[in-house]
C-alpha cells in the first residue's frame, strides 16, 4: 500500500492555503458576533460589538495574502474577475469578497462614524486620514446618527449570509470534488461555516481577554460569559457535524474506506485522532461546558475561558490543516498516500503563515490607535 | 415600546455611495476592456489557445521521413522483427536531425542498456515477447563476457536476419511458453502435473519430428529459438523457420568473445567457400547439409526454407 | 505505430486544413463535446485514445518521447507505465518507474499476475478541470482534445486537485497547470503523438472517433474495453483493452 500516481509526490495546495479558509473563518466568526449585536439585539457583547467589526475587517485585508503567495502566476490573479467560470466555486472567490468587502467598510464606516469626526477634528496626519475617510464632511447631529445605526443594522443583517457564503465557498469548493474521497461530502460546506464561527468567536475572546488583561482594563464580565455560551454552542454543532461526517464514512465503509481509514489510523493518528478531538475539542468542551453550566468565579471562569478559546483556535487549525492536507496524502490510486510538512523558510513555508497570521493583529493594533475599539474603557459613541 | 423612530438624515451618506458608485463602474469598464480579444467564441476560453497549442516546436517526425536518406537501412529494418519499432523509439526525437539534413546528428544508442530496456525478462511483460536473463543468455550462446554488447551478434536494424517478411509467414496456432501463464521463470525440471490444462506442445502435432530431434545435437534447443513464433492474436501467430544462414551464426560464429563452453562455432563464409566442391555449393545454406544436426527436413531450394508440413 | 494514420494522412491533411479555418470564425452553435460534423458540413474529428494493456512491454520509450517531445521537466510526468504485480495472496503491488532515464528494473518475487498499464491524460468528454477551473484556462477543443491555456492559467491548481486521474500537475517551470495534450501540434498536422509513434509494440492508439471506418473504432467494436473510474460520470475518452480489475 504505498503507491501513488507520479504527479501526486508533491502537494499542489500547501499551508497557504490551510492558512486561507482559517483566516475567512475569523473574519466569519468575528462578523456574526458583530451582528449578533447590531441585529439580533444582544446587548450583552457590546463591550467587544465594535473590536469584532474590526477584526473582521483586519482578517478580510489579509486574506487574500495567501492565495496570492501560492499562485503559480499572481499577476494573473484578476483574470478570476475578468473571466470568471461560473461553474467552478473558486472562481466566486473574486466577487464574493469584494462585495463582502464594501459591506464590512461600510459598516465600519457607519458605525464608527462618530469615532472617526471626533479624531478628524485636528492636526496631523490621521487627522486627515480621517478627514479622507469621511470624504471631507464632518457633519453630524442626532438625524444623522440614527441614519448611521440603521444602514450599520442593515448591512450587519446583510452581512450574516455573505459572511457565510464568503467561507461557506471554500468549503463548498472541497466538498464538491468527486475526485477526492476526504473532501467529498456535502457537509462540507456547514462544517466549515460553523467551525469558522467558532475560530471567530474564540480569537476575539483570546485577544479582548488577553488585551484587557496587559492594558489592566476592567474586563465586560457578562459579555465574556455570553460569548463563552454562544462559542459552546456553535463548537458543539461544529464538531458534531465533523463527527457525524467520519460516522458515516467509517459506517458505510464503501470501497474508499479502506485507504481513508488507513489515513486516520496511521497519517493522520497524532493531528486528528489525538490533537484535534481529544485534546483540543475534548477539553474546551469540557472547559466551556462547566462554564456555561455552573457560574464560576470571574478570575477563574475568564482562565477556563481563555484557555478554552487558545485551544479552539488550534483546534479550527487543526481542522483546516487535516481536511486540506489529509486529502492531498490520500493517492487517488487508493493505493498509498504521500507526505508534507511545510518547510520553514520557503515561498510558501511556516515562517510567511507565521507572519501573515500576526500581522493582523499589528494592523489592529494601528487602528486601535486611530479609533478606539473598546467603547468600554474610552469615550465612544455608538 | 410604541415611540415612532424619528426619522433619520441621510444626506452625509450620499458621497459615499456616489463614490461606491463610481468605482464599480470603472471596475466593470475596466473589467471588459481587460477581457481577452477571443475569449467566450466557442465556449468559455480563450481561442486563441486553440492556436498557440499548435504551434509548439516538433521533436519527433514519422518513420517515413527517415526512409528519405536512409532508405538502406529502412528497407532491412522493414522486414525483420523490429519492423514496428519506429526509428525514434531508439534514436530519439528526430525533428532537428532532419530540419539540419543530417549536419546535427541524432543519438546513437551503444552498450547492452538500450537493448534491455526492452528485452530483459520482467514479470509483468507479456509472456509471448522476446525477453532474456542476460547472463543466462549468454551462458547459452556461448559468450564470455556478459559486458558484450547484444550488437557483436544482433544487428538492431536486423536482429534476427529472418529470411522472410512476416507478413508472409505461415499461420500457426498459438504456441504457448510456461510464462504466458505463469510470470515466474521458466523451469525446465519441472514435470507437468496431470490436471494442468491442456496447452499445444509441438510434439503433440509434430511427433515423429519431435521424437528424431530428440536424439539430434541440438536437443537442448527449444522448437521456437530457432522456428520463431510471432504471436498475432489469442490464438494464432506466424511461424517462421528462419534459414538465413546469419541466423544459424548468431550462435555458431567463431569470434574472440565467445567462452570454452560454446557451441561449435566456424568462421563465415570462409566454412562454406572451404567446403564448396562446384559453383552452385557457393549459394548453399546450413540447412543444405546439416540436417544430420537439426532434424530431417524437406527443402525445395536452398534459398527457400522449407514449405509444406513435415510429419 | 501509426499504421492507422499513414492510410489516411492526406485525407486526414486535407480534412483539418479545412476545419481549422472553421475554428476561426465563431460557431456558436457548436457544442464541445458534440461528436458529429458540424451543421455547415465540415468535417471535425473527434480524437480518442486507447490502451492495449495485454500488449505493453513496460519499455517506457513512451515516457521518454513524451519527455523530449513536450519539454516536460522532471519529477512530473504527462504520461507513465505503471507496473503490477499480483502475489499469490491477492496483494497489489504498483510502481512507476519514476526515475530519471525511465527504465523499469526487474523484480523479484512469486506473482499470480503481473502487467504493464500506461495511463495519461483522458482527454474526458465531461471533464472535471474544466469545470472547477476559475478562470476558463482548461476547455474542450470541438476535436475533443481538453487544453490548458497555459498564457491565462492562474496556477491555482484546483484543477489539480480535480483530476480523478491524477494526470495534471503545476509546470514547475512555467508555473502553470500542465498535463496531456495528445500532441495536440502533431495531431493537426497529420501525425500521430510521440508516445503512439514509438511504442514498439501497438499497445497505445490513438485515431478518429467521427470516422467509423478508423482502425480505433474497428478496435472498440471488436475487442471489450473498460474506462478508468467510470463512476465519476467524466466520459474519459480513452478506452483500455483487456484492462485488469486491479487497475484504478
Known sequence: MDFVFPNELNVTWTVMIVLYPYITGLVAGAFIVSSLYHVFGRYELKAVARFSLASAFVFLLFAPLPLVIHLGQPQRAFNIMITPNFTSAMAGFGFIYTAYLIVVVLEIWFVMRSSFIERAKGTGLISFFCRAILLFNLYEDEATQRADQKIAKFLAGLGIPMACLLHGYVGFLFGSLKANPWWSTPLMFVIFVFSAIVSGISVLIFHYLLVSRLNGWKIDQPCVRSMARYLWGFMIVAVSLELLELMSIAYKQTEEWEVLGMLIREKLFVSYVVLQYLVFSLVPFILLGINSLFTLRDRLANVMIWIAAMMLLVQVLLMRWNVVVGGQLVSKSMRGFTSYFPGVWEKEGLAVALVIFTLPFGILWLFHKIVPLFPDVEKYQD | ?311 | MTVEFKNSRRQMLKLLAAGSGLLVFPIGSLVASERKPTADGKYIPYWAYAVDTTRCIGCCACMRACRDENDVPEGVFRTWVERYRVDRDGEVKVDVATGNDHVFEPVEGEVNRAFFVPKLCNHCAKSVCNQVCPVGAAFNTPDGVVLVDQAHCIGCGYCVQACPYGSRFINPDKHVADKCTFCYHRITQGMAPACVLTCPRDARLFGDLNDPKSRLNVLLRQRPYRLLKPEMGTHPECYYLGLDREVV
Open chain 2, 1 to 311: 415600546m410604541t415611540k415612532v423612530p424619528e426619522p433619520g438624515s441621510y444626506r452625509h451618506t450620499i458621497r459615499l455611495f456616489l463614490l461606491l458608485g463610481a468605482v464599480l463602474v470603472i471596475a466593470l469598464v475596466v473589467r471588459s476592456l481587460l477581457v481577452p480579444d477571443s475569449f467566450g467564441v466557442l465556449g468559455h476560453f480563450r481561442l486563441d489557445a486553440i492556436e498557440e497549442a499548435r504551434q509548439s516546436v516538433l521533436r519527433h517526425m514519422e518513420q517515413d521521413v527517415c526512409q528519405d536518406c536512409h532508405d538502406d537501412v529502412v528497407g532491412l529494418h522493414a522486414k525483420d522483427a523490429h519492423a514496428k519499432v519506429s526509428c525514434e523509439t531508439c534514436h530519439g526525437p528526430g525533428a532537428f536531425h532532419v530540419a539540419a539534413e543530417g549536419e546535427e546528428g541524432i543519438h546513437l544508442p551503444e552498450g547492452q542498456r538500450p537493448c534491455l530496456v526492452c528485452h530483459e525478462l520482467i514479470l509483468s511483460r507479456p509472456g509471448d515477447f522476446p525477453q532474456i536473463i542476460p547472463e543466462d543468455h549468454y551462458r547459452f550462446v556461448g559468450v564470455r563476457e556478459f559486458t558484450t554488447p547484444c550488437t557483436a551478434c544482433h544487428d538492431p536494424h536486423e536482429p534476427l536476419f529472418m529470411d522472410r517478411d512476416l507478413r508472409t509467414a505461415r499461420l500457426h496456432p498459438l504456441i504457448h511458453r510456461c510464462r504466458d501463464c505463469h510470470a515466474g521463470r521458466f523451469d525446465e525440471t519441472l514435470a507437468r502435473p496431470e490436471e494442468h490444462p491442456p496447452i499445444f506442445q509441438c510434439e503433440y502435432c509434430h511427433v515423429q519430428i519431435a521424437a528424431d530431434f530428440a536424439q539430434r545435437p541440438h536437443r537442448q534447443v527449444r522448437c521456437t529459438t530457432c522456428h520463431l513464433f510471432f504471436r498475432e492474436s489469442d490464438s494464432s501467430g506466424r511461424i517462421l523457420r528462419d534459414a538465413d544462414p546469419r541466423f544459424c551464426l548468431l550462435c555458431h560464429r567463431d569470434a574472440d568473445f565467445r567462452s570454452d563452453e560454446a557451441p561449435p562455432s566456424i568462421e563465415w563464409p570462409d566454412h562454406r567457400d572451404d567446403m564448396a566442391e562446384t559453383e552452385g555449393d557457393l549459394q548453399k545454406q546450413c540447412i543444405d547439409c546439416h540436417q544430420d544436426h537439426i532434424h530431417p527436413l524437406k527443402v525445395k531450394t536452398a534459398a527457400v526454407a522449407g514449405s509444406g508440413s513435415e510429419e
